[in-house]
Structure formats: C-alpha cells, structure tokens
C-alpha cells in the first residue's frame, strides 16, 4: 500500500492543528469569492478562515486597478471596514474609508488619514494598519492568500491553480451552499466514491441496483491527485445524454478544489467545486458548471436544478453527521474507497510541513488504481 511520507519535522501541537476536522490549511491560496460578486466601489465582507474580510473592487479609471482585501476591523474601534465606501486619494490610489469616523486605509493596510486630527494635532497615521492580505483573481474566481501563524507574505507570489477549459464566456451555472461543517468533513464527502448509491439515490442519476465493482487509475498532479482521464461510469445516466465517447478527468487540489473536465469530441463540460473554510464549523461550497455541449444549454435548467440537489444532499449528511462529532467520535478509513480521503490528510500534512520547514512541497501521492463498488 502507499503510504504517505514526508510528513517530518511535526511537533506535536503542530501535528495537533490539523488533526482531521480542526484547524486550517494556511499559506495556500483559498477561493474568496467570484469575480462577479465584487462590482467596482461596493466593498463586501467574507469571513475565511475564522478572518472577517473586506474584498473590494476599486472604480474604474482609479489608478491601481487591483482587488483589496483587508482585515474587515477597522483598528480604531472595531467598525466593519466593509461598510465604509472607497474613496480616491489625491495620488489617485484607493482607500477604504471608515464608516464610523472616516479614518481611511490603502490596499497595503496603511492608514492614510485622520479627518478628525486639527493642524497642530498628530498621530502617526503610517504605524496604524488593518491587516492586508494577497489577492488575485483568475477564470472568474478570486483568490486570497492567508499565511499562518508567524508566517509572511511570500514574495513572489505562488501562481493561482488554473483549470483547463473553465472560461468565464457564455452563461455558468453557479450555485453555493454553506455547508454546516468542518472543511475536512466537507472535502472528504464530496470526494467520497461509495457514499452516492445511499446520498445521492434518484432515479435519474444511479438507479437502485446498478452499483458496481469498478477501478479508476490515480496520478499525482500539483498539491493534489487526478482521476486519470477514462470514460464515465457506466450507471450515469446523465453522463450518456451526451452522447459520443465522453472523457472525464477529476482532479482535486488543496485546499478543497476539485475539477470535474469533461470531453466529448471538440465538446466540453467542466464542474468546478470550491470549498472554502469559514470558521471551525462552516464551509463555503460553490459550484460552477460551465458547457459548450448542446445538452447543456437545452438542459440547463434541469442542470441547475440537479447541481442544487446534490449540493444540498451533500450539506444534509455532514448536517446529520454533526450530530456525533461533540463526541469526538474515531474514524475509519477503508482501502480503497477512503484512499482519496486519506490522500487528502497526507497532502495537507504535508504541504504544512512544506511551508514550515521553507521547502518544496512533496506530492506524497503514489500512482495507483483504486477499486470500489459503487
Ligand atoms: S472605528 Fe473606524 S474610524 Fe473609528
Ligand atoms: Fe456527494
């Protein structure tokens, strides 16, 4: 069996941290929001990461053209950052204004002005900042960089994970739930293979009773793993309106991105889940499903309606399983339908080690086919 390696160097606390179910992946890029929900000068709040955080857009034809993300505290007395309005300084630069007393802040964090300050007065504006965070948007999607505990912002910037074929022409279908759950809960039941017979049982998806034994071949890819490319399941029969020979790669990424690319012909379908924490007990889970394929643009509707379905089929069992966890309850992970799941642990294992010990990351990830019935 692979066994997971290059998980040196933990202290026990360390180790403790991310223990299935608690804590945080950090210093990696997480999905912050969509590109469309941040319109030029209406500043928005998101927490991630147990992190309150103002996103904002500046105006058009104000001269830095990048994303702000701030911590959504104003340090003066605690107001929401995110309630305030952009404002232009004099240099042309955008700042975030304070809605409480109008004390304003760059996109570095510094604070640029006092108003209530009279001419004799003097504060020194330039030592008082709200945390900035890196931001960066790609394919629609907007990104934000938290570091760890004693960590910084590396310099320069790891690349944003991109998606083959995930465009932002034509209409997406997305949707998003909050899932009431730690992000690992969440991860693992969305890359689950043996929970869709019994979670996601309809007749239009996997009919009762056509479940069974297959092998997919996995490969590491990034700070993740893929389902190698191969035709899908048989049972589906949503996968057989598309007619052809469709392809189907699943990738999964850290800290919770998984990629569904599907080809038939010239033709493409692609399914993008983003799971992002927002506090110990909350996940954020969106979905994109964007098509070229004919069905799609005739099935949409009943495409979204399935997308809403399975998203809250997924959100009603780690609701349902959240009733045992103040138990502390042990789990465990069978070979090979938890394989992925224990992946995922080994990866985040590692790329913490990775970023605390300033190396490469390691894929701990073997090729290897995993069978299960389903
Ligand atoms: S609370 Fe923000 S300026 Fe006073
Ligand atoms: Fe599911």
Request: charged fraction near 20%.
């Amino acid at each position: 069996m692979a066994r997971a390696t290059g998980m040196t160097g933990k202290t026990g606390a360390e180790a403790e941290d991310l223990r299935f179910g608690h804590g945080f992946l950090t210093d990696i890029w997480h999905v912050a929001a969509l590109s469309s929900e941040l319109k030029p000068g209406a500043p928005i709040r998101r927490e991630i990461l147990g992190e309150p955080l103002l996103l904002a857009r500046p105006r058009e034809g104000t001269r830095d053209g990048g994303l702000l993300a701030l911590r959504d505290i104003c340090p003066h007395r605690a107001a929401p950052l995110s309630a305030g309005r952009l404002v232009a300084e004099p240099d042309g630069a955008t700042s975030v204004e304070c809605p409480y007393h109008g004390w304003r802040f760059g996109a570095d964090g510094r604070c640029r002005a006092i108003p209530s300050l009279t001419p004799g007065q003097s504060v020194e504006t330039g030592r008082i900042s709200a945390a900035a965070f890196p931001v960066a948007e790609r394919q629609g999607l907007v990104f934000v960089w938290i570091p760890g505990p004693g960590q910084t912002r590396p310099e320069p910037l790891p690349e944003l994970p991109v998606f083959p074929g995930l465009t932002t022409r034509g209409r997406r279908i997305v949707e998003s739930a909050i899932f009431e759950s730690h992000m690992d809960h969440a991860v693992v039941g969305l890359m689950d293979p043996a929970h869709g017979p019994y979670v996601h049982r309809q007749w239009w998806w996997r009919p009762a009773g056509s479940a069974h034994a297959k092998s997919k071949a996995f490969g590491p890819v990034e700070a993740g793993f893929s389902m190698l490319p191969h035709r899908p399941s048989s049972n589906s029969l949503a996968y057989r309106l598309l007619g052809g020979a469709p392809r189907t790669e699943i990738v999964f990424r850290l800290p919770g991105l998984r990629y569904e690319h599907v080809r038939v012909g010239a033709r493409q379908l692609v399914s993008l889940t983003c799971l992002t924490p927002i506090s110990e007990r909350r996940t954020r889970v969106v979905q994109i499903l964007w098509s070229d394929h004919p069905v799609f643009a005739l099935a949409r509707p009943l495409v979204r309606a399935a997308a809403r379905r399975f998203l809250a089929q997924d959100a009603a069992m780690v609701t349902l399983q959240n009733i045992n966890l103040p138990h502390d309850p042990g789990f465990i992970w069978i070979d090979d339908a938890d394989r992925q799941a224990r992946w995922y642990q080994a990866l985040k294992r590692e790329w913490a080690a990775s970023r605390r010990e300033g190396r490469p990351f390691v894929n701990p990830v073997a090729p290897t086919t995993l069978s299960w019935t389903s």
